[in-house]
């Protein structure tokens, strides 16, 4: 039996290609240059687990660093990375850091 899928949850690529790509070249009409300097390298990451549950307070926080996502970018991007499957959570990392210096 085929599972049932609301499609008010989901996102088409396109879309996605759409959103940041209009994200991105706002970005390079507000920064100075090209550079985004971020104002911090560590943050605290909820456990994937318990960050999906709005009826359970988290109890498990880790640290999430920039620097570690921006190398993992690169070595997925020039090939050095055995994976590419969890990119997408890095780039979330880092363009969160970007939203929120920018946003000021």
Do not use: C, N
């Amino acid at each position: 039996m085929a599972e049932d899928h609301d499609p008010a949850l989901s996102v088409t690529v396109d879309s996605l290609r759409e959103w940041t790509t209009h994200l991105l070249d706002h970005l390079e009409e507000v920064v100075d240059g090209s550079i985004v300097k971020l104002a911090h390298d560590y943050y605290w990451e909820i456990d994937p687990i318990e960050r999906i549950d709005p009826y359970k307070e988290p109890a498990q926080f880790t640290l999430g660093q920039l620097t570690f996502d921006v190398a993992e970018l690169d070595a997925m991007t020039d090939g050095s990375a055995t994976t590419v499957a969890y990119g997408l959570v890095w780039l979330g990392a880092v363009l969160r850091a970007v939203g929120t210096t920018t946003a000021g």
